[in-house]
């Protein structure tokens, strides 16, 4: 079992729910989140006074998935969130211990599927 | 004898004189006061009217997405100051100076010349102005560049709106002249300003994301607002701005119809609203709040042509139309058109306004004006249809050549990661919710 977790542009959310989809991983958490990585930040001016804002709107991305699912997630969240500039973001493939499914008591990779 | 029938002779001269001198001084003050209440009554209307600038403001921030918010509030601040600027150097001359041919005022610019009534008409006239120039803010909302924006307002506020202001609302004017009837603006102002925004959604293109395509099919996306509880504000400020915009609109604090059309208004706003909830109800199986505030505006819309003229019952029937008409008319454009008008401008001004305009040849019951349905036979109807299509030839032709020229010359849409990232950023560099998190993800 793995625990994928994305991070990825907030308006690219579509397009990798839509490609998550085609491959049928349909379970997902999303988050609001903020970051900063090479794509440096921007700056605001608020009533003439300058504001750096360096950690920017990004979207979170949870996805836990049984070992064979993790190419096809990872394929699918890269096709849909990839425009090719900084800033696309990146994704996080971590091992996984358990998972408990709380309505049955299911654990294991039947709890995930 | 004598000495009594002298007596008798001045004392009845002395009457008649006294109560001469009386009646003078009756006929001076009677003059002053109504004088007073026409300035009273045309002032605290203006006030109501400009207060409908904040009404568009919330209905077109609550309508759209949180990025966009402070965009949509300096768009609604500046038309309404660049516009007054721009009324008063020249929109007040091209509507109401000297007619040169029933087309266009000639004089009067820079209000030149003017004593206490102009300045009190002009005070009046120019918060329609600002009216018609909103409108067109929340069709060409989440993606027009501000600073053509700022070209626009100064010019829907110098030329498009006086023009044909003066066709209808100058007494030279040739619309009026021909015995066009739009009481407080139906035509003059909401479907003039509907017309423009329809000309500048279309150049303008879609935002992102809101239409693709499924099988080669364009389908429509919702992109909901972000604050249903701002844009019910909205419209009910609208709302109230609306008796100002209506009654008002006699022009006088003296005339006894103020009533009449106050009730017309709110029976019309309220069947606007029922209309488009039931409709709804039965369309999307559920009553739609949004669409439903559409409603009120809508019917308020229709009754402003025909207020003083309609009975209190004809005006139910021209709200509830209307209130049929603004959702037919939202999911004609969205669906069928792919026009997309985030806040359904076109639709409840331009459509309605038109509808409202036609109405009057409908439902008109004085003895000036009777309209078919009273037995006034087809003349004053096609007078009103004569208007409502001159007004959008005009209207809808000179935004698009007006949008084209700016297209052309600063670009009328903003970058597309610009537009993504919200123009709160891109355009203001600040954003309206600093401290919340918001989901941009559209």
Redesign the interface.
Request: zero cysteines; charged letters at 10%.
């Given at each position: 079992m793995k625990l994928i977790v994305a991070y990825i542009q907030p308006h690219k959310l579509n397009d990798v729910k839509q490609e998550l989809f085609k491959v049928d991983v349909v379970k997902m958490s999303v988050t609001n989140a903020l970051g900063c990585g090479q794509q440096m930040g921007y700056h605001e001016s608020y009533r003439g006074v300058d504001i750096e804002v360096n950690l920017l709107k990004k979207i979170r991305i949870e996805i836990a998935v049984n070992k064979e699912f993790v190419k096809p997630t990872v394929d699918a969240i890269i096709k849909g969130a990839r425009s090719g500039n900084i800033g696309d973001g990146k994704i996080f493939v971590t091992n996984l211990e358990d998972c408990i499914r709380i309505r049955s008591g299911e654990t294991g990779n039947e709890a995930i599927g | 004898m004598k000495v009594k029938r002298i007596i008798l002779f001045v004392t009845a001269g002395l009457f008649v004189t006294t109560t001469e001198l009386f009646a003078n001084e009756v006929t001076e003050t009677l003059e002053l006061h109504s004088q007073a209440l026409d300035m009273i009554w045309l002032v605290l209307a203006a006030a109501l009217v400009f207060f409908m600038q904040a009404g568009f403001a919330m209905v077109e921030t609550g309508l759209t997405r949180a990025k966009n918010a402070n965009n949509i509030l300096m768009k609604n601040l500046m038309d309404f100051s660049a516009g007054a600027l721009a009324y008063w150097a020249i929109g007040w001359a091209i509507m109401y100076g000297v007619s040169s041919a029933g087309f266009f005022g000639t004089n009067q610019f820079f209000l030149a010349g003017a004593d206490s009534s102009l300045f009190r008409d002009w005070m009046f006239q120019v918060v329609f102005a600002a009216t018609a120039a909103t409108i067109v803010s929340g069709a060409m909302a989440e993606r027009t560049k501000f600073s053509s924006y700022l070209v626009y307002s100064v010019f829907v506020s110098a030329l498009i709106y006086p023009i044909s202001g003066h066709w209808i609302w100058n007494c030279d004017g040739w619309l009026a002249n021909a015995g066009f009837h739009d009481f407080a603006g139906s035509t003059v102002v909401h479907s003039v300003g509907g017309w423009i925004a329809l000309a500048g959604a279309i150049l303008l293109g879609a935002r992102k994301?809101k239409y693709f395509e499924v099988a080669g099919k364009k389908q429509a996306r919702a992109i909901p607002g972000h604050n249903m509880p701002l844009a019910a504000l909205g419209v009910f400020i609208l709302w109230f701005g609306w008796y100002g915009f209506n009654a008002g609109s006699t022009l006088s604090g003296t005339d006894l119809s103020i009533g009449l059309i106050a009730v017309t208004t709110t029976l019309s706003a309220s069947a606007g609203a029922v209309a488009s909830m039931i409709t709804s109800w039965i369309w999307f199986k559920k009553p739609d709040p949004s669409m439903s505030l559409n409603g009120a505006l809508a019917g308020l819309v229709g009754i402003t042509a025909g207020c003083a003229v309609a009975t209190p019952l004809g005006s139910i029937i021209i709200g509830l139309t209307a209130g049929i008409l603004v959702v037919l008319s939202v999911e004609f454009i969205d669906k069928v058109l792919h026009i997309d008008d985030p806040v359904g401008a076109v639709s409840a001004h331009g459509v309605c306004g038109a509808w409202g305009t036609i109405a009057v040849g409908l439902f008109a019951n004085t003895d000036d004006i009777k309209g078919l349905f009273y037995g006034g036979g087809f003349n004053q109807l096609g007078i009103q249809t004569l208007g409502v299509l001159s007004v959008f030839v005009w209207a809808f032709g000179i935004g698009l050549l007006l949008f084209i020229s700016i297209r052309k010359t600063i670009g009328l849409r903003v970058s597309e990661t610009e537009e993504?990232q919200g123009l709160d950023?891109g355009e203001h560099?600040?954003?309206a919710y600093?401290g919340f998190?918001?989901?941009?993800?559209?």
């Open positions: - | 994301g993504l950023i560099g600040s954003e600093a998190q918001i989901f941009s993800t559209q």
